[in-house]
């Protein structure tokens, strides 16, 4: 017995050192940042890419002295997925932790369940969702922004390139998820504009096996090309079976599809695989001297070398999110009504992992249709298509 | 006439694994009366064993597929020793299906610290071009899918009629104190009925995720689609849940195909309804075997 109270004893000395060292340790006061995503969960693809790529920003910054000298502390909360959850974590980091800023959640239901509570709070919310909802109507929207494009942009992307190729009978595949519904709004709404009409719009579930059946609907009702629009591995599906099909059409994948990952389990079926992708996963082939080039290859090599993993769009909506509330703090302060000020009027020419920010009191995403490039797959790499 | 093929052939692929999940289903429920709501989470073993040991451990084809079956044997019977067997004797069936639900939780969330939550995928058995037949274009894995399908049920109906073991656990699904008056042990019996499901499972999972991949968490939609399957066929009964299985895949492929694809699951679990209110006891049941079902 005697034996094990010792044991203890250590164990209990060991976890005060490990664990009440760093605090006594710094001598200003930290500047406290709330984050909140979706690292658990159905869209857990989201949130642990965007948690990974906050550590290691804020690891990045506290190594080079902090924000003016003040150590930054990010207090990451796990939504779970869920809109209950995110608002119980937004409270909790509003109330107790009394955050400058909150960044995420990551999808558009828990940032809209977010909306209330942070207007009330008058405390700046940068989602890393894309709901085109989250910002609009910006009257409503005082304190609310968003680093992810619309899904708008990447359809307009999609659109502008088939009306150059002369494409005009498209057919549309979509998800049966928040990304799938929003995405075949779009498609469908824009698709006049464009003079291109939609014959076909057939749908999926998210744990679908097979969608030969809906590609087949699609080719026999005279497509011209076939628009998919999920994440996950839907897309992958619906390319197999686009390829096994042998449809003669060209395939057209949302800007969900930015992942290596993607061509690797799609194999030579992705051959010829066109979609609008964000320039984070093409940063290599991007000319020298374009704005962005420099910050997503600091990006993507550090986040690779850190977590033995390719970078992901998403991350890169937190690395956006959290750099403008980052920059904001060192230029005005720990005060919430002016980073919001700053977010809003000075956020301008903004190069970011997501495309080139140009916020304003009109849009509080500040991307358009610019940040994207129509990528296609060619030898089981990307190409930017001219 | 070449859609209707395509919409077939697409049914068919779905529907095998159903079919095999539904079996799953039925070989566990006939020797003890419970249904294993695990049985989907054996297909993801199956589909993510193998991608581990073919392409994660790079082990040639055959020494990958022998022990994936193997693997998934091991879990099966090691969940029957530790969960079931020792809740049989109380005979709350209910007990056990509740605990068949918390092994899918915890077989989920070991796959996801295991593989995390990407899909995984492996080249098809068969290198080469899809089939075209009429028009309509088939796959070469979605024919070994289908091929595979076929030879469990035949093994199966060989080793339930065939066999001195398989009439035992014929025998047990019948009247299990008549059987184990007779000296049959029953408890051996419920076992290999917990390792023929999981490897029955396994085996759909190993044939279907170069076509579907395969990600840690699709085991609870299978398990539904599976049970849908054995109970639109009749509980209990192999060759309805085939018929079953089948006939929702193809059901869900006409539905997208014909009507609208958004529909499809609804229209599918809408049939599985009517047929049971014109026929209770699923399409191959019996009304007076129900009678005597605790379930």
Redesign the interface.
């Known amino acids: 017995m005697k034996g094990l109270g010792k044991l203890c004893l250590c164990l209990l000395i060991f976890l005060v050192f490990t664990f009440f060292t760093p605090i006594t340790s710094h001598c200003k006061e930290p500047y406290r940042i709330g984050a909140i995503f979706s690292v658990t969960g159905a869209a857990s693809f989201l949130g642990e890419p965007e948690k990974n790529t906050v550590l290691m920003l804020a690891e990045q910054i506290n190594k080079s002295g902090g924000i003016n000298g003040h150590p930054l502390e990010v207090i990451i909360e796990d939504s779970k997925s869920d809109e209950t959850q995110a608002v119980l974590a937004a409270k909790k980091l509003l109330e107790k932790d009394k955050v400058l800023a909150i960044i995420g959640p990551s999808t558009t239901g828990e940032s809209m369940a977010l909306v209330p509570i942070m207007t009330q709070a008058k405390t700046p919310l940068i989602s890393a969702a894309a709901g085109a909802n989250i910002t609009q109507p910006v009257k409503e929207r005082y304190w609310i922004f968003k680093t992810a494009q619309y899904d708008t942009s990447a359809v307009e992307a999609i659109y502008t390139y088939m009306k150059k190729r002369g494409i005009k009978k498209v057919g549309i595949l979509t998800i049966t998820t928040g990304f799938g519904d929003s995405g075949r709004k779009a498609l469908t709404e824009l698709a006049s504009k464009f003079g291109i009409s939609i014959v076909a719009d057939e749908r999926y579930g998210p744990k679908d096996t097979d969608m030969t059946a809906q590609l087949t609907k699609i080719k026999a009702a005279g497509a011209q090309a076939v628009i998919n629009w999920s994440i996950g591995p839907g897309q992958v599906i619906v390319t197999k079976n686009w390829y096994a099909l042998k449809m003669g059409i060209p395939l057209f994948q949302s800007h969900g599809w930015g992942s290596k990952k993607n061509i690797e389990l799609a194999g030579k079926a992705a051959e010829g695989v066109i979609a609008p992708l964000g320039r984070l996963v093409v940063w290599n082939k991007l000319p020298d001297k374009h704005p962005q080039k420099a910050l997503l290859k600091k990006y993507a090599t550090d986040y690779e070398q850190r977590f033995k993993a390719e970078p992901s769009t998403f991350g890169g909506h937190a690395y956006d999110a959290f750099m403008i509330v980052v920059e904001a703090i060192k230029k005005v302060g720990p005060d919430k009504q002016k980073i919001r000020d700053y977010i809003e009027n000075k956020i301008k020419k903004w190069p970011g992992t997501g495309g080139i920010f140009n916020m304003s009191p009109n849009d509080h995403c500040g991307l358009d249709v610019s940040a994207f490039e129509m990528v296609i797959v060619k030898n089981g790499d990307w190409e930017i298509l001219k | 006439m070449t859609?209707l093929l395509?919409?077939l052939?697409?049914?068919l692929?779905?529907g095998s694994?159903y079919a095999l999940v539904g079996i799953g289903f039925n070989i566990v429920y006939n020797s003890t009366s419970i249904i294993n709501l695990a049985q989907g989470e054996f297909v993801v073993i199956g589909g993510l064993m193998m991608w581990f040991f073919l392409e994660g451990m790079q082990f040639p084809f055959s020494v990958s597929f022998s022990l994936t079956l193997l693997t998934a044997a091991v879990i099966g019977l090691i969940m029957e020793r530790l969960t079931i067997k020792p809740l049989l004797k109380k005979g709350d069936l209910l007990l056990m299906i509740m605990v068949t639900i918390a092994i899918s939780i915890l077989i989920r969330g070991i796959l996801m610290f295991k593989f995390g939550?990407?899909?995984?995928?492996y080249?098809a058995f068969t290198e080469g071009e899809?089939i075209n037949f009429y028009g309509a274009?088939i796959?070469q894995q979605t024919l070994w899918v289908i091929g595979i399908t076929v030879l469990c049920i035949i093994l199966l109906y060989l080793f339930f009629n065939k066999t001195m073991t398989g009439r035992a656990m014929r025998a047990c699904s019948i009247n299990i104190r008549a059987a184990r008056l007779m000296g049959i042990n029953v408890s051996k019996v419920v076992m290999l009925s917990f390792i023929i499901s999981s490897v029955i499972g396994a085996l759909g999972g190993i044939a279907?995720t170069p076509?579907?991949?395969m990600?840690y968490?699709?085991g609870a939609?299978l398990s539904v689609k599976g049970f849908c399957a054995a109970i639109m066929g009749g509980l209990g009964r192999n060759r309805g849940a085939v018929a079953g299985g089948f006939s929702i895949g193809i059901l869900e492929?006409?539905t997208?195909?014909y009507i609208?694809?958004?529909f499809k699951?609804a229209i599918a679990l809408l049939i599985m309804l009517f047929i049971l209110f014109v026929k209770p006891a699923g399409i191959f049941g019996k009304a007076e075997i129900m009678k005597l079902r605790k379930f």
């Open positions: 859609l395509q919409f052939f697409s049914g692929t779905t694994v939550k990407d899909p995984y995928t080249p899809p274009v796959t279907i076509i579907s991949l990600e968490d699709k939609m492929a006409l997208a195909g609208h694809s958004g699951d």
